[in-house]
């Protein structure tokens, strides 16, 4: 029997705000904002010192602890050493405080909030790690639960404390970061019209990692329904497993990265089989899949922004040039796969399913003077 005992679940959400486009802006932040490199590395330096309200999104040198994400969407450098400068081009966000502290209902499982700051807005990532060992159906039908039902206790900053879904701990979240960044009253942004989610086993048993997966088997079902998050999910009619399998480089014939418009499910069962499971490897892979959606999803909406910004014939600054050069060129390595940078075939279908190519392509010739994405 199929069985997991480590699931690992995040939902990313971002929120955009076209009012912090111009110069100067009606919003403003505590630390001042982003959008000028000027700015944004005061902001950087206060974080990589420990004096400000901001944080780097790797946190503290630890020398045991290598931040592969960040090295390599830094293309190879090291983020402990990387310059202000850089990290502004390469628009890497300053992590914020966590908004929330929140209590699942379940026993033996954990949730973690992150708040990431952009120039142009914010990115929410929950995270729900659930630790049980329960056959593959009942598993799925926990996490199923879990995005819809669950009765989730969360305590915010400012003493309020409610139980909620986790759609309404998204939402609530947002605007508790909305009004502690830009003051209370502030219009709600263009926010993800539903969260993206990165599902990853971490830890079962009962699998052979040397037997392919079957179309419409236990196991494709299982990923459909863990990206679907749809409640009829043992009945649904499957997409074929063919259209849904992501590419991995070098994997063995059980491996599926399996995906969907809101939704990546990592199956990797040459690593999670055996007595402690890929705690290590798996969760570097989760966390680095989950990086990876969160920037290209915050980049794509910097570029819709731009776009609408220019073919509204409103002002575009030299700092906001620069930003949607930048973004524009960040997109395109990753939708192409550039071994220059951090390489999956996520970000592409990402970028497809959500018809961002129109916009990043806008922007890419209006100000970058590139070519069309292409692979």
């Known amino acids: 029997m199929k069985k997991i005992g480590d699931l690992r679940i995040s ?6 705000f076209p009012d912090l486009l111009p110069t100067p802006s009606p919003l403003k932040p505590p630390w ?5 490199e000027a700015d944004y590395s005061a902001a950087f330096a206060e974080a990589r010192n420990l004096t400000g309200l901001l944080a780097l999104p790797w946190g503290v040198a630890n020398p045991k602890h290598i931040h592969y994400f960040w090295t390599y969407y830094l293309e190879s450098q090291n983020p402990y050493q990387v310059q ?7 628009l890497v966000p300053l992590r914020g405080p966590t908004p929330a502290k929140v209590k699942a209902p379940w026993p033996t499982s954990r949730v973690s909030l992150e708040c990431y700051h952009y120039p142009h807005g914010f990115g929410l990532i929950i995270t729900l790690q659930l630790k049980q060992d329960l056959p593959l159906h009942d598993a799925v039908e926990l996490a199923i639960e879990a995005s819809r039902t669950g009765d989730y ?3 915010w900053p400012d003493g309020t404390t409610l139980k909620v879904s986790l759609t309404q701990l998204g939402s609530h979240t947002l605007d508790q970061l909305r009004a502690s960044t830009f003051g209370a009253g502030t219009a709600q942004g263009r926010r993800s019209p539903k969260p993206f989610s990165v599902v990853t086993v971490v830890r079962g048993s009962g699998v052979n990692p040397k037997t392919a997966n079957t179309p419409n088997g236990e196991v494709h079902r299982a990923l459909e329904a863990l990206c679907s998050w749809s409640p009829t999910w043992e009945d649904d009619v499957l997409h074929p ?4 399998t992501l590419t991995i480089r070098q994997a063995p014939v059980s491996h599926l990265l399996y995906g969907s418009t809101y939704g990546r499910a990592v199956w990797f069962p040459a690593s999670f089989v055996g007595p402690g499971g890929g705690k290590s490897s798996l969760g570097c892979y989760h966390r680095n899949l989950l990086l990876t959606s969160l920037q290209t999803e915050s980049l794509a909406q910097l570029m819709i922004l731009g776009r609408d910004r220019i073919m509204q014939n409103q002002p575009v600054s030299v700092s906001l040039e620069k930003l949607l050069r930048s973004g524009a060129g960040i997109l ?8 220059a940078t951090y390489r999956s075939a996520s970000p592409t279908r990402q970028i497809d399913d959500n018809a961002w190519t129109q916009a990043i392509n ?10 069309p994405l292409h692979l």
Do not use: P
């Open 362 to 371: 806008y922007i890419r010739h209006q100000v970058g003077g590139m070519d």
């Open 84 to 90: 202000a400068a850089e990290a502004f081009r390469r």
């Open 153 to 155: 206790e969360a305590t």
């Open 32 to 36: 001042g904002g982003l959008l000028s």
């Open 241 to 244: 497993l063919a259209n849904r």
């Open 332 to 339: 395109g390595r990753l939708y192409g796969g550039d071994k």
């Open 11 to 16: 939902w990313i959400w971002t929120e955009t």
